[in-house]
């Protein structure tokens, strides 16, 4: 099984400050990660696609980057929407995917 | 609009059976895998296993394999994730997912959740 680990498990941020957030796989997933963002009483909702992709819909201050083992998740200017808890998925060991354990946004 | 309906929430007992539903709409259901993830109290998510309406094709992760049972009714558009014999442990949020597209393995969208209670 792929371990998926993200770090940190909180971060502190302002709004309008500058958020990132990674994502470590124990083995290579080339470019096969997702990013979802989850609100409390909510269902995932998908951010990014194939490491930097951003899904329909989502602002272009979310960015992602990445390959292989090492993975980040940018959000350049935090809103108040923002605050929630991301989690990377893998989908590179087919269907074996793994979610990293989750960073929760929170507001500093 | 692609769209997810799960069924409601449900309160069981430890040893009763349960079956829980995600209705597709707004595409064609029989093409694209339906994933399910559970969500315990205060926990980051877990894929459960994945299926493909057109033949039913499912795959289970290591972890719920014989714990549970995926199926899918082409005829209604609906997936299902079902137990036997629910215990204590099964009480969690549970999502289905669709595959994003077609060859991929992100999901897009989502279910809104189904939550079960399993108390004596």
């Known amino acids: ?108 | 609009e692609v769209q997810l309906v799960q069924s409601g929430a449900e309160v069981k007992k430890p040893g009763e059976s349960l079956k829980i539903s995600c209705k597709g709409s707004g595409y064609t259901f029989t093409s694209y895998w339906i994933g399910w993830v559970r969500q315990m109290p205060g926990k980051g998510l877990e894929w459960m296993g994945i299926i493909y309406p057109g033949d039913s094709d499912t795959r289970y992760s290591p972890s719920f394999q014989g714990q549970v049972t995926i199926s899918a009714d082409k005829s209604l558009s609906t997936a299902y994730l079902q137990w036997s014999s629910l215990k204590a442990s099964d009480s969690a949020m549970y999502y289905c997912g669709r595959q994003g597209a077609a060859g991929s393995w992100w999901f897009d969208p989502w279910g809104q959740g189904t939550l079960v209670t399993v108390s004596s």
Do not use: H
């Not at chain 1, 992602?64 to 993975?71: D, L, P, V």
């Open chain 1, 1 to 108: 099984e792929i371990v998926m680990t993200q770090s940190p498990a909180t971060l502190s941020v302002s709004p309008g400050e500058r958020a990132t957030l990674s994502c470590r796989a124990s083995q290579s997933v080339s470019s096969n990660l997702a990013w979802y963002q989850q609100k409390p009483g909510q269902a995932p909702r998908l951010l990014i696609y194939g490491a930097s992709t951003r899904a329909t819909g989502i602002p272009a201050r979310f960015s992602g980057s990445g390959s292989g083992t090492e993975f980040t998740l940018s959000i350049s200017s935090l809103q108040s929407e923002d605050f929630a808890v991301y989690y990377c998925q893998q989908y590179n060991n087919w269907p074996l995917w793994t979610f990293g354990q989750g960073t929760k946004v929170e507001i500093k």
